[in-house]
């Protein structure tokens, strides 16, 4: 396995983690704790020591099913969690970290980001409770999710003894508004990006030619499955399996691969079971050479303007 630093910490991460929303069982169709487990169990055996989670993935279910997978080997992991927006005030704060620990069965979490801002709690208070809690051992990092620059720099003005290592958003080789602004600015501020949905929720799988979702699937109201995108991105998917024709890594490892070339980028994959998280795993350790990158790019820029990516 490849690791990187996340950001500018000294935190070493694997160069593909392992996203646990699947792990709450709720909004991606029938999923089993069992197979969960064996997809924890296979990435950590292979070399995974990145997972990210959230208090409201499956309301704590996610957090639980990882706090027994690991608590054998702590130390070795580097847990990822959330609070919930709707949690930032200094109070709910503080509770809300405490269920997260309860749950994962520790006493820290390594990386403790913001899910998404909330415009009503005043985020001066929200920054500096979760500063004091670092501060106090329960929480290694600070990181944030869907937090726009603006609202990042207004972050880092509160931090007075440390600062953020970690922004999460959206980005996958299709869904790429990160690349105007987001990305050069964390770039710069050397400060790490986690990539969710870095499979464009399975989209860019390419075993999707048309859908039908279940109506609790969160995937439903996804405008990026529509019958019209999904033959719109056709011509891309059908680069990325000429590329693994050549290969030999499979259209996950090549949409995969392609995010980690980015220097600061880990993607974060979910995974339902063990033959999801086995293949997802082996997108790192090689790169796609700069002529399969370039015809990727080329493929993209035809596509974009006919693809719906909200
Ligand atoms: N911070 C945020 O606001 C935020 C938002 C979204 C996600 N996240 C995090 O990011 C993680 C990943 O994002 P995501 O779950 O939205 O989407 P994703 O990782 O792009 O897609 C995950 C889905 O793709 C399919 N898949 C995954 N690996 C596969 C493989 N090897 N072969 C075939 N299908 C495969 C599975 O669904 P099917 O088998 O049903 O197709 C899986 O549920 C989440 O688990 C969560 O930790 C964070």
């Known amino acids: 396995m490849e690791y990187k630093n996340l950001g500018n910490s000294d935190l070493k991460v694997s160069a593909i983690g392992l996203g646990a929303w699947q792990a709450g069982a709720k909004g991606w169709g029938k999923i089993s704790d069992n197979d969960v487990k064996n997809a924890l169990l296979t ?65 820290y979490v390594d990386l403790y980001q913001i899910h998404w801002p909330d415009i009503y709690t005043p985020l001066r208070d929200t920054v500096k409770t979760i500063e004091k809690l670092a501060n106090n051992g329960k929480i290694r990092y600070i990181g944030l999710s869907n937090f726009s620059i603006c609202q990042i720099e207004e972050v880092r003005s509160y931090l007075s ?91 996950v490892q090549i949409a995969l691969n392609w995010l980690i070339a980015h220097e600061k980028v880990i993607p974060i994959p979910g995974a339902k079971n063990r033959d999801q998280a086995t293949i997802n795993l082996q997108s790192a350790g090689w790169r796609l050479n700069d002529a399969q990158m370039k015809r990727i790019e080329d493929s993209f820029q035809e596509i974009k303007s006919k693809v719906d990516t909200f």
Do not use: C
């Not at 990145?50 to 957090?63: K, N, Q, R």
């Open 43 to 107: 990435s950590i055996e292979l070399g995974i020591n990145f997972i990210d989670t959230a208090e409201v993935y499956g309301d704590g279910h996610s957090e639980k099913l990882i706090g027994e997978v690991v608590k054998d080997f702590r130390d070795e992991i580097v847990i990822a969690t959330k609070v919930s927006g709707a949690h930032l005030r200094p109070d709910y704060l503080e509770r809300a970290l405490e269920g997260s620990l309860k749950r994962l069965n520790t006493n």
């Open 161 to 251: 003894t440390m600062d953020i290592v970690s922004n999460q958003v959206r980005y996958n080789i299709v869904q790429r508004e990160i690349e105007d602004e987001m990305l050069p600015y964390l770039t710069k501020e050397n400060i790490g990006v986690i990539a969710y949905s870095p499979l464009a929720q399975g989209l860019l799988t390419s075993k999707y030619d048309h859908v039908n979702f279940d109506t609790s699937d969160v995937r439903k109201s996804n405008r990026l499955f529509s019958e019209d995108n999904i033959h719109s991105i056709t011509p891309l998917l059908n680069v990325l399996r000429e590329i693994s024709y050549e290969t030999g890594h499979s259209v």
